[in-house]
C-alpha cells in the first residue's frame, strides 16, 4: 500500500513562494514517476509538474520558470518549489506517483498515475 502525504500549502501574496513537499511510503521510491496536479472547483484536475527517476522533468507551460520540482530518493519525497506566485495558482495541489516510467507525451495525463494524497491548499491573495 503507497500513501502519499502532500503538506506546505498555505494562503500566501501575489510574488510570495511556497514550498510543497509529498512524503511517500509503502513501496521503494527510486522507480517512480512523480507528479503534481491541481484543481479548483468546478474544473477538472491540471497538469503542474512531473519528474522521473530516470531524468526528464516536464512543466505547465504557465509555471515554467516560476516552480520547480525535485526529488530525493533517499528520503522518497518531491519538492514544489513555487516563485512569484500569481492568483491563478490558487488551486489544491496533489501529489500523484505511478510505478513505472511514463513517457514523456502522457506525463500530463492523470490516468497515467496510480496513488494520489489527499492534496494541500494553496492560496494566492492579489
Known amino acids: ?3 502519499l502525504v502532500e503538506s506546505g500549502g498555505g494562503l500566501v501574496q501575489a510574488g510570495d513562494s511556497l514550498r510543497l513537499s509529498c512524503a511517500a511510503s509503502g513501496r521503494s521510491f527510486s522507480t517512480f514517476s512523480m507528479a503534481w496536479f491541481r ?3 468546478g474544473k477538472e484536475r ?3 509538474a512531473a519528474t522521473r527517476s530516470s531524468g526528464g522533468d516536464a512543466y505547465l507551460d504557465s509555471v515554467r520558470g516560476r516552480f520547480a520540482i525535485s526529488r530525493d530518493n533517499a528520503k522518497m519525497t518531491i519538492h514544489l518549489q513555487m516563485n512569484s506566485l500569481k492568483p491563478e495558482d490558487t488551486a489544491v495541489y496533489y501529489c500523484a506517483a505511478a ?3 511514463i513517457i514523456t507525451s502522457q506525463l500530463g495525463v492523470a490516468g497515467e ?4 494524497g489527499q492534496g494541500t491548499q494553496v492560496t494566492v491573495s492579489s
Open 46 to 48: 491540471e497538469f503542474v
Open 39 to 41: 484543481q479548483v472547483p
Open 113 to 116: 498515475y496510480d496513488y494520489w
Open 99 to 101: 510505478f513505472r516510467r
Open 1 to 3: 500500500q503507497v500513501q
